[in-house]
């Protein structure tokens, strides 16, 4: 993960992690929150928190927990108001390091079939010499939690409706003009 493909990006070395357990709480600050509210198609982001734990897995990976709290403003699809959210998710990821033996993908199974167990994790993201991108993560997540068509609550959508009358007002219907010329064939 780059910086050029998120708008936020806040790296962190986990290979200095060992074997302990750190948290770390990440407030990006008015220019990015901008940024992100851009590229995410919100109006504004007015707050973003992640409080996330780094915890040792397996050999040499690392399993990301916490939480990501925010508010962002978005235009409703109905009334074409703007109204705030509130975001609150949950975000538990694994990542380890780019792997230089090849392994046999654990959701084929004997006859080359696709079995996936939607029980299971995510398999884990990688790490590049290292390196997490927490802040591509909780773009990630962000994204993931934002609602494509926004709708105000309590806002309704009313349609009106249409009499049935054949015709519309002022524009005549071409059928009609050839029915015309069927009742009355001396005007041809």
């Known amino acids: 993960m780059t910086a050029e493909k998120f708008p936020f990006s806040h ?29 995410n198609g919100c109006l ?13 897995w397996r050999k040499a990976g690392v399993r990301v927990v916490g939480t990501i709290e925010g508010t ?8 074409l108001e703007p109204f705030e959210q509130d975001i609150s998710e949950e975000i538990d990821r694994t990542f380890e390091p780019v792997s230089s033996r090849p392994r046999r993908p654990r959701d084929l199974n004997d006859e080359g079939e696709i079995e996936i167990d939607l029980e299971t994790l995510d398999p884990p993201d990688v790490m590049v010499d290292g390196v997490i991108d927490l802040g591509a993560l909780i773009c990630e997540q962000l994204a993931l939690s934002i609602d494509p ?14 009499t049935d009358s054949g015709e519309e007002e002022g524009k005549p219907s071409p059928f009609a ?6 009742q009355d064939p001396e005007q041809s």
């Open 11 to 39: 790296k962190v070395n986990a290979e200095r992690l060992g074997d302990r357990e750190e948290t770390i709480v990440i407030e990006p600050d008015k220019a990015a929150l901008k940024r992100i509210a851009e590229a």
């Open 44 to 56: 504004n982001v007015g707050s973003l928190r992640a409080e996330l734990t780094l915890k040792p």
């Open 72 to 79: 962002i403003t978005q235009q409703c699809v109905v009334t």
């Open 149 to 162: 068509f926004p709708r105000k609550p309590g806002a309704v959508f009313e349609q009106e409706e249409e």
């Open 177 to 182: 003009a050839l029915a015309k010329l069927k």
